[in-house]
């Protein structure tokens, strides 16, 4: 029973670049979140989406960042024109209902040069 | 607005003692405690959780204590193993005004030596 994916491990990407960072629940799970991890600074929450919606964004910065969870596939971080401060863990995590128990993926390191 | 605090970066017992991991909250709308672990390079692993209508919650080496009037909670793990050194996150929420958003402290690192 596969844990919650997320590819790429590690990103590099120069300002003014896309990043795109992609998380498959756990089987079975439809609600996914992402959160960022700053250095030396616990996990903020970013955005909460089910299949085809957002749910709460207000942890989103309001300009370059995207999410979307479609009724196929994984769901997707997007990240415009990235900046040296994006650098961080960006995490997903899923859980089977609205309940708390969140599994975490093992992060996708963003690197802006 | 820090509203989960861990005010201790880092703390060291050796193998066999008890751990005891503390954690403040200010926000008094949050009703669902959680502790995660996590290893360098890796995502955070959920380790226990409490409701606020509970005032203690165990399992197996690790036990959670939640004292809502002076809005704070710890994790105790008992006896300490080596396996145990990781950093500690406690997590925070408010399912009536933010549903699942977790809020996080900063996380403790946990050295447990031989």
């Known amino acids: 029973n596969a844990g919650v994916m997320q590819n790429p491990r590690h990103l590099v990407r120069r300002r003014g670049q896309e990043a795109r960072l992609r998380c498959s629940p756990m089987k079975g799970h439809s609600h996914v979140y992402w959160y960022r991890q700053l250095p030396e600074e616990g996990l903020k929450f970013m955005v909460y989406?089910?299949?085809?919606?957002?749910?709460?964004e207000s942890g989103m910065p309001k300009e370059r960042f995207s999410a979307e969870f479609p009724k196929e596939g994984p769901s997707i971080l997007r990240i415009q024109q990235v900046v040296r401060g994006d650098s961080a863990a960006y995490f997903c995590?899923?859980?089977?209902?609205?309940?708390?128990?969140?599994?975490f993926g093992p992060g996708t390191r963003l690197t802006v040069l | 607005d820090q509203q989960v605090k861990q005010n201790s970066p880092s703390l060291s017992v050796q193998e066999g003692r008890i751990s005891i991991l503390n954690c403040d909250y200010t926000?008094?709308?949050?009703?669902?405690f959680l502790w995660y672990k996590k290893y360098p390079a890796e995502g955070p692993t959920f380790l226990i959780s409490?409701?606020?209508?509970?005032d203690k919650n165990e399992d197996g080496r690790f036990t959670v204590f939640l004292n809502k009037s002076a809005k704070h909670l710890s994790l105790h793990i008992v006896p300490s193993q080596p396996g145990d050194s990781a950093v500690y996150f406690c997590a925070a929420s408010a399912k009536e005004t933010s549903g699942s958003r977790l809020t996080f402290g900063e996380g403790t690192q946990l050295t447990v030596n031989p």
């Open positions: 926000n008094s709308m949050f009703d669902y």
């Open positions: 989406l089910q299949k085809e919606n957002i749910i709460d």
């Open positions: 995590a899923s859980s089977l209902t609205i309940a708390f128990e969140q599994f």
């Open positions: 409490i409701s606020s209508i509970k």
